[in-house]
């Protein structure tokens, strides 16, 4: 949670004024800005395949000790749904990202023809928007003159304003080759006991064993969620925990009903 939040939940005004005063210092560096976002464009992209990773691959893993399989039955259906699954979301990632963004990139090429061919109807439809929250008409029509003198300013205003469209990630495959490697990264963790216990010729509480890593996982997963949940951070950790756990025990439940099934 960043410092003009926790301002906003204290309701600490003069912490505000402070956060805000460094944030117009900053902003005089050429660039930082720009460093900024990009440093956590794709948190989010991460945050989420992450948390999909384990809890889907942890599901299978309960699912398959529940009924009673062995290690490698574990492991062939842990490591197929990691390989499967990390495929259909970074791919389902990329193309709802890419339809989003193509879809705001015409809307917006729009907006700019009108407003280049037709800115006095842009301006009184602006003019409307402003009336419609309250603002007086002569007030309304100095804030849309103003905006009109620059044009960049006055096309991200009605994108927001005309449409309600924010401005959107350009860079669809990155987010999808971020969330396919961190849903395969955090994925591997409930897997990781078996593997180990494979390899040193170990069966015992294995299971037990990636209980505890999951769970530890998921909970630090939840607790980077809320960066940009804008959630307390032990409540981002915990809801996570409880609801990664939530599904695993319903796997764990129905592999046992399936316990006694002979093939």
């Known amino acids: 949670m960043n410092q003009a939040q926790i301002a906003f939940e204290k309701k600490d005004a003069d912490l505000s004024k402070k956060v805000h005063k460094i944030e117009e210092q900053q902003s005089l560096n050429d660039g930082h800005d720009e460093k900024h976002q990009m440093g956590g464009e794709h948190i989010k992209s991460a945050v989420y395949g992450g948390l999909d990773g384990m809890v889907t691959t942890f599901s299978v893993v309960a699912g398959v000790a529940g009924a009673g399989l062995s290690t490698g039955v574990v492991l062939g259906m842990g490591i197929a749904n990691l390989i499967g699954d990390g495929i259909s979301m970074a791919l389902g ?10 879809f705001t990139i015409n809307e917006r090429n729009r907006e700019q023809w009108e407003v280049e061919n037709n800115p006095e109807g842009e301006k009184k439809e602006m003019v409307e928007i402003y009336k419609s929250k309250g603002i007086d008409h002569d007030e309304a029509i ?7 003198k620059n044009k960049k ?9 005309e449409l309600g469209l924010m401005s959107v990630d350009e860079h669809p495959i990155k987010d999808a080759v971020v969330t396919f490697f961190s849903f395969g990264l955090f994925g591997l ?3 990781l006991p078996f593997i180990v216990g494979s390899i040193a010729g170990l069966s015992d509480n294995l299971f037990q064993t990636s209980i505890a890593l999951t769970g530890f996982f998921l909970f630090i997963l939840g ?4 960066m940009f949940s804008y959630q307390q951070w032990y409540w981002a950790g915990l809801e996570t925990l409880i609801i990664g756990s939530a599904a695993a025990s319903a796997s764990y439940i129905i592999g046992l009903a399936f316990e006694d099934v002979q093939v």
Do not use: F
């Open 223 to 226: 607790v980077s969620k809320s």
């Open 142 to 148: 100095i804030i849309a003159d103003t905006l009109a």
């Open 93 to 102: 990632d990329y193309i709802s990202t890419r339809s989003e963004a193509e």
């Open 153 to 161: 300013v006055w096309v991200d205003v009605m994108m927001v304003e």
């Open 189 to 191: 963790m409930p897997l």
